[in-house]
T-cell receptor, first 119, second 109 residues
Framework: GAVVSQHPSWVICKSGTSVKIECRSL??????MFWYRQFPKQSLMLMAT?????????EQGVEKDKFLINHASLTLSTLTVTSAHPEDSSFYIC???????????????FGEGSRLTVL | GQSLEQPSEVTAVEGAIVQINCTYQ??????LSWYQQHDGGAPTFLSY????GLEETGRFSSFLSRSDSYGYLLLQELQMKDSASYFCAVRNYGQNFVFGPGTRLSVLP
C-alpha cells in the first residue's frame, strides 16, 4: 500500500509559539490531502482538505488563520498551528488518497499522527 | 447535515464473532469504509463497500445496504490483538471522508 509519513510524531511547545507538522506521500502523488484532529477517545474530525497548488478548504468552525495549511507539491502538505494554546493540544493526523481521491477503493492512507502538547 | 452512528463499545471473548453496525445520513454517498485504530496509533484501512452486499477479507467482512443507509463490519475468530477502536467512514460527494464516532472493541481471554 501507499505510504504517508508525518513528522514530528510528537511535539511539546509553549503557549503562544507556532508548530509546523509535515505530511509526505512517499511513493505516490497526492493531489489531495486531508488533515484531521482527534481528541482522546473521540473520532477523527476533518479540519481541512488540502489541494496541491491551491488554497485549502476548511471545515466549518476551523480557524484558517490559526491552522495554516500549505500544499506546495504533490508529495508534501504542511499544517502550522499558529500561536498555539493548551486547548490546541490534540492528535493531528494527515491522510492522502492515491488517484482520484481514493479512486474506487475508498482507502485513505494515514500518516503516523502528531501528538501536540501545548504547555 | 451529516451524521454517522455506531455503538460506543462492544465486548467479546476470543474466538467469538462480533458485528459492529453503522448507520449514516450524509449529503452524498460514494461508499462506506471501515478503519481500525489502536490506542496511540493511526487508523488503518480494513474494507470498503461501494455497492450493496458483502465484502470478505480474511477474518473481516463488511456489508452495505444503500437503501437502508446501513452497513456493518463483521469480525470472526476474534483475537486479543483485535482490541481497538473501529470507525466507519462515508466517502461523500465532496470527495472527503466523514468518520463515525467509533466503536471500542474489547476482546477478553
Amino acid at each position: 500500500g501507499a505510504v504517508v509519513s508525518q513528522h514530528p510524531s510528537w511535539v511539546i511547545c509553549k503557549s503562544g509559539t507556532s508548530v509546523k507538522i509535515e505530511c509526505r506521500s512517499l511513493d505516490f502523488q497526492a493531489t489531495t490531502m486531508f488533515w484531521y484532529r482527534q481528541f482522546p477517545k473521540q473520532s477523527l474530525m476533518l479540519m481541512a482538505t488540502s489541494n496541491e497548488g491551491s488554497k485549502a478548504t476548511y471545515e466549518q468552525g476551523v480557524e484558517k488563520d490559526k491552522f495554516l495549511i500549505n500544499h506546495a507539491s504533490l508529495t508534501l502538505s504542511t499544517l502550522t498551528v499558529t500561536s498555539a494554546h493548551p486547548e490546541d493540544s490534540s492528535f493531528y493526523i494527515c491522510s492522502a488518497s492515491a488517484g482520484l481521491a481514493g479512486g474506487n477503493t475508498g482507502e485513505l492512507f494515514f500518516g503516523e499522527g502528531s501528538r501536540l502538547t501545548v504547555l | 447535515g451529516q451524521s454517522l452512528e455506531q455503538p460506543s463499545e462492544v465486548t467479546a471473548v476470543e474466538g467469538a464473532i462480533v458485528q459492529i453496525n453503522c448507520t449514516y445520513q450524509t449529503s452524498g454517498f460514494y461508499g462506506l469504509s471501515w478503519y481500525q485504530q489502536h490506542d496511540g496509533g493511526a487508523p488503518t484501512f480494513l474494507s470498503y463497500n461501494a455497492l450493496d452486499g458483502l465484502e470478505e477479507t480474511g477474518r473481516f467482512s463488511s456489508f452495505l445496504s444503500r437503501s437502508d443507509s446501513y452497513g456493518y463490519l463483521l469480525l470472526q475468530e476474534l483475537q486479543m490483538k483485535d482490541s481497538a477502536s473501529y470507525f466507519c467512514a462515508v466517502r461523500n460527494y465532496g470527495q472527503n471522508f466523514v468518520f463515525g464516532p467509533g466503536t471500542r472493541l474489547s476482546v477478553l481471554p
